[in-house]
């Protein structure tokens, strides 16, 4: 037991050392910083003057039909802050052992006396904080412009799906972070798949209006649940589905996304290992 | 002060750089597919958006801003455009950089040619690249998703899009001298990416917003995109444009000796901190 809880602590140190290496790295380049708090609020607003245009207003009696809530901005924003973490899982994390070898520290990451994983973990830390940073900015600034309108009572409800979420994301990136060691120039494979995921979950529309084989595929992401779930504590969106459903879907989708993750990221280690490929560039 | 070697010797510059480029797009076959339909998918959420805001595939809140009520049309047509913008932006701008990971770039400078020469060569293959990569986009669009775009309208739609495009690599050359001083400028196009999406009626039209119609008069593409839609959607014939193409060609003017100077200038201030190799 003893031996348990030393190794915790000293993975936690390990995962809270690799949270810290990247803030420092990221503040070296403030502008840049910036830049990127900044991005996904010029990001998120064309969809929102998009749903303007076409309404004439930020009403929507069509909406309103799918899912119990006519507020255009405020649905659609709240959509696309919280797929935020999908990007996350993307590209901060799936590209966190790439960036690696760019500053060719990755062997010495490597060869640090904890598993892989625990780094894994710390990257997804780092994205976490960073992330939330960002999704809390773009609230405030469209709250301003816009103002928009949530229960608050939905605020702590929310943040609990948000975090089953960010568990299955988690894997994800973890799948992605290791695919990009077999396939160094991954971004297109992580281009194509968030592209087709941002498509199939119903961020600025429900997922009725989807067709079929893609209502079907959605209910394999994680994300529909997370941000369905998540706008219905705080707007009252409609769902096909109960709550409790979709946070038992969620925790199985985590599940199973964290397993396959790890597979995939143990067997690309391994097999880079084995082949000597790990150090290609 | 650059040896010249007079006009032949530039010409046969370019098509040596195209042909290096040419090249290595064909080592990499599946960034064409890939770029041929994607900004096609990127469309659907806004299609989607449509169908659950309005419940259809027409709004005339969206007819009294652009003259079309159909949106779909009108976010293909802006993907489309904007194709050559992104690829304009990446192959052009982003290209020194793409130098230095490739450790070229001491080359191209130290070689007695004006590395302005070389970017033209680079120009003229990302026109191209976008060029085929926006005709599968449109026979995808026409073919499936019904957009109506006859032989008829493709030249004067072609003109607006060279007006347009003289006046971007302006801009994208000097975003390129750019690129050689402050080094890593990733997540500065990523931006300007965004800003396009922000302030150009790409995906949206911007006279919703009186900021976003304000600020997008500066921009050149805001005026390719209301006369390629005027052309494909409204029936407006290419004189009838008139005051559109001139405004584009004062701005074309404008940028490409902006963008030649600016280069140049920011050219010899990395030559003179001493940091072209620099990483």
């Known amino acids: ?281 | 002060m650059k040896q010249t070697f007079g006009f032949k010797n530039d010409i046969k510059i370019v098509f040596a750089e195209f042909k290096k480029s040419v090249k290595i797009w064909l080592a990499y076959p599946i960034l064409i597919v890939f770029w041929g339909i994607f900004p096609l998918l990127w469309v659907l959420p806004y299609v989607f958006q449509g169908k659950a805001l309005v419940g259809g595939m027409s709004s005339m809140p969206f007819k009294e801003l652009t003259g079309s009520a159909n949106y779909l049309p009108f976010v293909l047509i802006g993907a489309m455009v904007s194709t050559y913008i992104f690829s304009g932006l990446w192959g052009v701008g982003n290209s020194l950089r793409e130098e230095t990971y490739w450790g070229t770039l001491e080359y191209i400078i130290v070689s007695p040619t004006n590395p302005v020469v070389v970017l033209l060569g680079k120009t003229l293959a990302e026109f191209v690249y976008a060029t085929v990569n926006v005709t599968f986009q449109a026979l995808v669009a026409t073919i499936f998703l019904g957009l109506s775009l006859t032989i008829a309208k493709v030249f004067p739609v072609m003109i607006i899009i060279v007006l347009l495009l003289v006046g971007f690599y302006g801009f994208a050359i000097a975003f390129a001298g750019f690129t050689l001083l402050i080094k890593e400028v990733h997540g500065w196009v990523h931006t300007l990416e965004w800003v396009f999406y922000l302030f150009s009626p790409i995906r949206y039209p911007v006279e919703v917003s009186p900021i976003t119609k304000a600020i997008s008069t500066i921009v050149p593409l805001t005026y390719a995109l209301v006369a390629i839609r005027g052309i494909i959607l409204l029936n407006k014939h290419i004189i009838n444009l008139w005051q559109t193409v001139l405004i584009l060609i004062w701005m074309d003017i404008i940028l490409l000796i902006a963008g030649y100077l600016t280069f140049q200038y920011l050219e010899r201030k990395t030559k003179e901190a001493g940091t072209i190799a620099q990483y």
């Open chain 1, 1 to 281: 037991m003893d031996q348990i809880i030393k190794n915790a602590k000293h993975y936690l140190r390990a995962v809270w050392a690799e949270n810290i290496k990247e803030w420092k790295i990221e503040l070296t380049y403030k502008p840049d910083f910036i830049r990127g708090l900044i991005d996904p609020l010029v990001y998120a607003i064309p969809y929102l003057l998009y749903g303007i245009a076409l309404v004439g207003g930020r009403t929507s009696k069509t909406l309103q039909g799918y899912v119990g809530t006519g507020d255009l901005i405020t649905f659609v924003t709240l959509g696309y802050v919280f797929i935020g973490f999908l990007n996350m899982a993307l590209w901060a994390m799936g590209f966190s052992l790439r960036k690696e070898q760019y500053w060719g520290t990755l062997e010495s990451v490597f060869a640090a006396p904890v598993p892989r994983w625990v780094f894994a973990l710390g990257m997804a830390a780092h994205s976490t904080l960073h992330q939330g940073l960002m999704i809390f900015l773009q609230l405030v600034v469209i709250n301003l412009i816009f103002k928009l309108t949530i229960n608050p009572a939905g605020i702590l409800p929310a943040l609990l799906v948000v975090a089953v979420m960010l568990i299955a994301l988690y894997g994800f990136g973890m799948m992605v972070a290791s695919l990009t060691l077999i396939l160094k120039q991954g971004w297109l494979v992580s281009e194509a798949l968030a592209s087709i995921m941002m498509t199939i979950t119903p961020i600025a529309y429900p997922i009725a209006v989807l067709p079929l084989f893609m209502q079907k595929a959605s209910l394999i992401l994680p994300t529909t649940y997370g941000i369905m779930t998540t706008r219905h504590f705080l707007i009252g969106e409609t769902m096909p589905f109960s709550v409790a459903t979709s946070f038992f879907r969620l925790i199985v989708l985590g599940i199973v996304w964290v397993v396959f993750g790890l597979i995939v990221f143990e067997i690309i280690d391994r097999r880079t290992r084995r082949t000597g490929t790990i150090s290609h560039y």
